[in-house]
T-cell receptor, first 114, second 112 residues
Framework: AQSVTQLGSHVSVSEGALVLLRCNYS??????LFWYVQYPNQGLQLLLK??????LVKGINGFEAEFKKSETSFHLTKPSAHMSDAAEYFC????????????FGTGTRLQVTL | DAGVIQSPRHEVTEMGQEVTLRCKPI?????LFWYRQTMMRGLELLIY????????DSGMPEDRFSAKMPNASFSTLKIQPSEPRDSAVYFC??????????FGPGTRLTVL
């Protein structure tokens, strides 16, 4: 079974500051890992994903995440926050295989202040 | 591509009424997922299909909920009878072989 823990349901940063959203996972097999973003009144949009290969993955809008197997983590970062980054962010894990489902974390709401 | 299409976008109904939510996945995608999102419970997977066959419906709350996928381009989620606690945003998502799920815009359901 897979599970995801997102530390911090709310994170607030100043515009221009580093964004760090934490995600730890549990999986009995090598996982596929995802970060999704949800803007108000919209569906979820994929930011980035890790399946195999390079452990540092880059996504849209300047976000990146690093898969650290030893720490079972997949933290999301962005060097400089922008007001438009204010949204809810979901980490998700999936067992490899086309019939598998995503297991989502509870989400982290990012607030960006001036 | 138009993406995942859901209808209606908003539904307001009275308790006891039947509600049908509709989803058209992205063409060529072979998996389809129904989620429910509320403030209290977050994002919950209700059911998912692979090649039109239900794979896991363990998230369906109770017998009042049912989902069908009669063909690769259409799915419905039905609630009968509806109750106020069913009020939520319902998302449909579809996925191709590369494992990325694409979400629809959601249907906001309000049961009075």
């Amino acid at each position: 079974a897979q599970s995801v823990t997102q530390l911090g349901s709310h994170v607030s940063v100043s515009e221009g500051a580093l964004v760090l959203l934490r995600c730890n996972y549990s999986s009995s097999v090598p996982p596929y890992l995802f970060w999704y973003v949800q803007y108000p009144n919209q569906g979820l949009q994929l930011l980035l994903k890790y399946t195999t290969g390079a452990t540092l993955v880059k996504g849209i809008n300047g976000f990146e995440a690093e898969f650290k197997k030893s720490e079972t983590s997949f933290h999301l970062t962005k060097p400089s926050a922008h007001m438009s980054d204010a949204a809810e962010y979901f980490c998700a894990v999936m067992r490899a295989g086309t019939a598998s489902k995503l297991t989502f974390g509870t989400g982290t709401r990012l607030q960006v202040t001036l | 591509d138009a993406g995942v299409i859901q209808s209606p976008r908003h539904e307001v109904t009275e308790m006891g009424q039947e509600v049908t939510l509709r989803c058209k996945p992205i063409s060529g995608h072979n998996s389809l997922f129904w989620y429910r999102q509320t403030m209290m419970r977050g994002l919950e997977l209700l059911i998912y299909f692979n090649n039109n066959v239900p794979i896991d419906d363990s998230g369906m709350p109770e017998d009042r909920f049912s989902a069908k996928m009669p063909n690769a381009s259409f799915s419905t989620l039905k609630i009968q009878p509806s109750e106020p606690r069913d009020s939520a945003v319902y998302f449909c998502a579809s996925r191709a072989e590369d494992n990325e799920q694409f979400f629809g815009p959601g249907t906001r359901l309000t049961v009075l």
